[in-house]
């Protein structure tokens, strides 16, 4: 077996600070717990910031300091969005992390060393290309989360999981021609403040500070003082003992949620927290071959009342529904639709917290890159163009023509509210009888009457060579309209530019006379 472990040094940090704007970066970040530091990042530390300080002094060693609060739960949204990735890769995927991050104890001053995901990776090493391209690959997909990795592998599960907790650079696993002796002679050298941090201060005055100096005691007397436990996990680490996994699967519904670093007054700003969920979305949907049919965010707003000029309590939650005209796997695109309606829409109130969920989703891999564009992809281009337009300036100020089983061409298209599902397609619309022939693209919205001169139509004083027809028509007598029958023919002009035309059968009503009329109708391109 050869299993991979991602480590995350930083996730209480990373988790919290994901959604600070771009005036706070570079800021020196520290999370509290009880009114002491819990983590620092570099900056902080570099300022002198360290772990279990008073507040009131991190501040004064550095007073532009962001200080936020732990939050278990927080991180526990975060280690599933990574868990999502790595089933994209293997259905073997176990948590690296030990029970008190995953929700079975709150309290953040316990968090453990190991924070991270197992997954085993020996059987799909070949439809990867080998350990390295899975690597390349696996670090690419968790990119857009916005999280520190480190990687390594090795033929048991808890000495990856120590491996990458130690060192990062064991990406391609304990090296020699025996993998299971490379791997014990490595994890001679990890301190036990990884293998056991609950246990770390009795070991480190007795002298021991890695697990070399731990495998040198005698086992029974390790065993009557630090119970069977510690060395249960030194035997599973060096694969001298089985190892029982809980494997993870993908929940049928996504849903996650972040608290937002500040307060958000505008849709910028609650777009910068929206990017990090959308992420997440599309994390999810990969290692279920899954593509978003609907999703929704929710904006959670301040929980004391505030009320609007007309005296009615603000909500406290907006819901905005984006749902894509076709099943999207694109996240550029689903990112687009959401900032213009985003920006179409006003803020009750300050948002704190954002939620997004998605229920409604359909199978199906993401479709294959073309080298060269097909009719397929231009389509695809159109639609997404005109749902731009419609996230932007609504559904109502986007409309396209549509067909009506009418033969008269004034009467045969109607304006409507584009559909971007059916940008493209040709709509079938059965009508009873025979279309005309040729018509053109250009029609006049009111026919043109046309002076005759000897049984001939005239346009703008010069006769008009007639050069197809006629194509009949008898249509219209069901409604107020009245019956249109007429003789269409294709005519050129003496520039010529191919018109449409043709003349009233009966009298025309119109006119009010007994003689029949040429009218203008349409002009080809």
Known sequence: MLWITLHLPALSLESWAATRGPEQAGLPLALLHAQQVLHADALAQACGVRTGMKRATALALAPDLLLGVADVRRDVQALRAVAHVALAFSPSVAWATPAELRGVNTNPAHSPALVGVQLEVQSCLRYFGGLPALLDRLRAALAPLGHQVRIASAPTALGASLLAAWRDDLALGPPGPDPMQGLQGLLDAVPLALLAPDLQPALQAMGLHCLADLRALPRAGLARRFGPEL??????????????????????????????????????????????????????????????????????????????????????????????????????????????????????????????????????????????????????????????????????????????????????????????????????????????????????????????????????????????????????????QGPAVRDYFIARTASGTLVWIYRHRLPDPEAGSGESGWYLQGLFA
């Open 231 to 480: 060395l249960a996990k030194v035997d599973r680490a060096r694969g001298q003992a089985p190892e029982a996994q809980a494997w993870l699967t993908l929940p049928q519904r996504f849903a996650s949620r972040i608290e937002l670093l500040c307060r958000a007054d505008t849709s910028a700003q609650v777009l910068a927290g929206a990017q990090l969920l959308l992420a997440r979305l599309m994390v999810w949907a990969a290692a279920r071959q899954a593509r978003i049919v609907r999703f929704t965010l929710v904006m959670h707003h301040e929980t004391r009342r505030r009320r609007d000029p007309c005296g009615e309590d603000s909500p406290g939650q907006t819901t905005l529904e984006i749902a894509p005209a076709e099943p999207a796997t694109d996240a550029g695109h689903l990112l687009s639709l959401l900032t213009e309606r985003l920006g179409r829409l006003p803020l009750a109130a300050p948002a704190l917290e954002l939620s997004l969920h998605c229920a409604q989703w359909c199978a199906g891999e993401p479709p294959n890159r073309e080298l060269f564009a097909s009719q397929a992809s231009e389509r695809e281009g159109l639609a997404r163009l005109v749902e731009r337009l419609q996230a932007r300036l609504g559904p109502a100020q986007v409309q396209s023509l549509a067909a009506v089983p009418d033969h008269r061409p004034e009467c045969g298209t109607r304006w409507q509210s584009a559909d971007p599902a059916r940008l493209g397609a040709q709509a079938a619309v059965h009508v009873h009888g025979k279309a005309l022939a040729a018509q053109p693209l250009w029609l006049l919205p009111v026919p043109r009457a046309l002076v005759e001169r000897g049984q001939g139509p005239l346009l703008d004083g010069r006769t008009l060579q007639l050069l197809a027809g006629p194509d009949r028509l008898e249509s219209g007598w069901w409604d107020a």
